[in-house]
Nanobody
């Protein structure tokens, strides 16, 4: 059974940092682009960051650029999202996802990702 399991969420004050992890099991995703998305209450799921298979290409939403960093460790079949200078508006459930179609580049569209984790909640207080 293929699973993506996120961890690392929690409650943090504005200006603080969190590091999210997404561990894959059941199959390897080392040849696949991976992404992070988030969904706040009442909002649609939105793109946060994505990374190609090697980590050589990364993509960010304008709202997180310069604050968040996506990375991956293919030996561990794990993707990370380092979140710094967190803002109240970053509060959401964060999901990682695997794209089975893309390797060299990564998509910003959630409908192009085939596998999803269950999400980890991030709450940023003022």
């Amino acid at each position: 059974q293929v699973q993506l399991v996120e961890s690392g969420g929690g409650l943090v004050q504005a200006g603080g940092s969190l590091r999210l992890s997404c561990a894959a099991s059941g199959r390897t995703f080392i040849n696949n682009a991976m992404g992070w998305f988030r969904q706040a209450p009442g909002n649609e799921r939105e793109f946060v960051a994505a990374i190609n298979w090697s980590g050589g290409r990364t993509y960010y939403a304008d709202s997180v650029k310069g604050r968040f960093t996506i990375s991956r460790d293919n030996a561990k079949n794990t993707v990370y999202l380092q979140m710094n200078s967190l803002k109240v508006e970053d509060t959401a459930v964060y999901y990682c996802a695997a794209d089975l179609q893309r390797t060299l580049v990564a998509s910003r569209r959630p409908d192009e990702y085939a596998y999803w984790g269950q999400g980890t909640r991030v709450t940023v207080s003022s």
